[in-house]
């Protein structure tokens, strides 16, 4: 389980980020999770609320937004979805997919600043 | 003076500082010309046994040394060092992972011009270890016949962020009925094209092509560092 020391590493970001611009607060931080990055999300929105307790983010939202993992399909010669992850071949032709492109995400894509 | 936008575009990786410092790190183990191996699996796979058996068999030849992540005892430290080999213990506390920073701190005082191997134990986890890039040069993922052979289904992220599989405790196949078809099979489903190697620590059985390999993989990374400094 570290998806607190998670939590605690975008609500350092997202405040420095909001430092940066003048902002006294957040009200939502807006993340993209993919399945690849080892992080859960009903873990990670648990923790994030301890995480924002008597920082500036204390009362923000945190919206996931789920991405798919997707591949280079070497047959198809196209980027494709996977089957799951447990199956990492194209979900077209069923071709393994050892390069992967998308899935790993663990980012912070935008802030909703107090003013 | 505008005001600010009320809602601003970031797109920063949560964990960049640590991928900040991991990218440091490789480049030192490069300019070094020290191969950097990091070990996961869960707690009780062998990691610490398959490290005592590669640290004695190679420290023969070259110059190797070890980082051993652990939740609260020492006792891996102990048991590595009596393969002569530097060993420095990495205590987490409760951390259940390495992150980039404890290696760097662990590195302090080392100077890594003298080294060919250097490997890094994780903490038994087949979980969080997954997120945090160390710098490392190569991954292993171990896992031993007596867990099952449907581990990398279960975790798959972790055998996904590695580079190499080591079936570990091969002497004990027999006894458990591990199906290797099906944990070869299982590995491939979740990254596909992995290197496999199965081994026993204990007997000694498959430890001679890991070698070969890790040399292999140490005289790649020598030549392309040259490469790189020409």
Redesign the interface.
Known sequence: MHELSIAMSIVDLAREEAELRGAPGVDVVYLKLGPLSGVVKEALLFSYEIACQQTMLEGSKLLIEEVPIIANCPVCRERRYVQSMQSLCCAECGSPTPEILEGRELMVTALELRR | MN??P????????????NDVLARALRERFREAGVLAVSLVSSPGSGKTAFLEKTLTLLHARYKVAALVGDLATENDAARLARSQAPVKQILTGT???LEAAMVQNALDGWDLNNLDFLFIENVGNL??P??YDLGEDLRFVLLSVTEGEDKP?KY???F??ADTAIITKSDLAAAVEFDEAAARRNI??????MEIFKLSAKTGEGMPAVLEYLEGRRAYSRRESVRFAT
Do not use: Y
Request: with cysteine; charged share 20%; aromatic share 0%.
């Open positions: 005001p600010e009320r809602l601003v575009e970031v797109r920063k990786n949560v964990l960049k500082q951390v259940c992972h979980v969080c997954s997120s289904l798959p992220t972790i996904n962020s491939q489903a979740v990254r596909p094209g």
